[in-house]
């Protein structure tokens, strides 16, 4: 089961956010906030916050316990842009033109149990022969052909039969 929380149109620059969230990716919700709480970065308190609004959807809408929890994604997106002008600048820095940009955050946890579960569902990973010979290859070849052909010629003898 999937549990989404998310914050929009949050100030800051999407590629620093980016940095930060890339920390809680993949962890249980509450080693993710200690870890967070140690960064001295400005766009953690935001990512703690949307982290706790999931855990706290999971609890009362889904009655979820917090430890059976895991992030399976943050993601960071670009939001609008605000375009101030700055007039000192004049013609320099692209025309005086200052951006303030803005960030949609988005974290979706999903429960532990079904983790396993996906884990177990996929397939094996086919694990590719070594490199051959020139004379195994042949050898080989040679047995794929006689293996095509000889039940077309069982056919023939049954029918000449």
């Given amino acids: 089961m999937e549990i989404k929380a998310g914050a929009k149109y949050l100030r800051g620059s999407p590629r620093k956010v980016r940095l930060v969230a890339q920390v809680a990716n993949g962890l249980v919700p509450s080693e993710a906030i200690s870890r967070l709480t140690l960064m001295r970065q400005k766009p953690r308190l935001a990512v703690i916050k949307v982290i706790k609004q999931a855990v ?3 609890k009362n809408n889904f009655k979820l316990e917090p430890d059976d929890l895991v992030i399976k994604q943050i ?3 670009e939001g609008p842009r605000f375009k101030r002008i700055d007039k000192s600048h004049g013609a ?3 025309g005086g033109v ?6 949609h955050l988005e974290v979706i946890l999903q429960s532990k149990p ?3 579960k996906e884990k177990s569902q ?3 990973v086919e694990v590719k022969a070594a490199k051959l010979n020139k004379e195994d290859s042949k050898t080989i070849k040679k047995q794929r052909r006689v293996s095509q052909t000889q039940p077309a010629k069982q056919a023939q003898k049954e029918d000449g039969k």
Avoid at 98 to 103: A, D, H, L, M
């Fill in 114 to 116: 079904e983790l396993t």
């Fill in 98 to 103: 200052i951006k303030k940009k803005f960030y």
């Fill in 92 to 94: 320099r820095f692209d």
């Fill in 75 to 77: 993601w960071v997106n």
């Fill in 56 to 58: 706290a959807n999971a």
């Fill in 122 to 124: 996929e397939k094996p």
